[in-house]
């Protein structure tokens, strides 16, 4: 098991940035994929980025250019750096790491854009 913890939320005007950390309770080095997904009131989780241990990327085509994930493995940190935040970019934000094969999840940071 890993225990993730996610901060760097808040409250920020659309045009403006926000840094999201996660960090995790055991080595990154041992977490092959870690990602970053979000969810709104009556829908479904999705996917934001992903990356994996060889820091391949992948982005979900709305926030492509205008988010950046990134991982600190000797900090046991994970990063997404939201730059252009738009009202529809407001949702909980949840930190995801696959380890042996099982789905770690933290408690979520919430992320609300003002227009």
């Known amino acids: 098991q890993v225990q993730l913890v996610e901060s760097g939320g808040g409250l920020v005007q659309a045009g403006g940035s926000l840094r999201l950390s996660c960090t995790a309770s055991?080595?990154?080095?041992?977490?092959?994929?870690m990602g970053w997904y979000r969810q709104t009131p009556g829908k479904q989780r999705e996917l934001v980025a992903t990356?994996?241990?060889?820091?391949?990327?992948v982005y979900a085509d709305s926030v492509k250019g205008r988010f950046t994930i990134s991982r600190d493995n000797a900090k046991n940190t994970l990063f997404l750096q939201m730059n252009s935040l738009k009202p529809e970019d407001t949702a909980v934000y949840y930190c995801?790491?696959?380890?042996?094969?099982?789905?770690?999840w933290g408690q979520g940071t919430q992320v609300t854009v003002s227009s």
């Open positions: 990356i994996t241990s060889a820091e391949t990327t």
């Open positions: 055991r080595s990154m080095f041992s977490i092959n994929t």
């Open positions: 995801k790491g696959v380890y042996r094969l099982i789905n770690n």
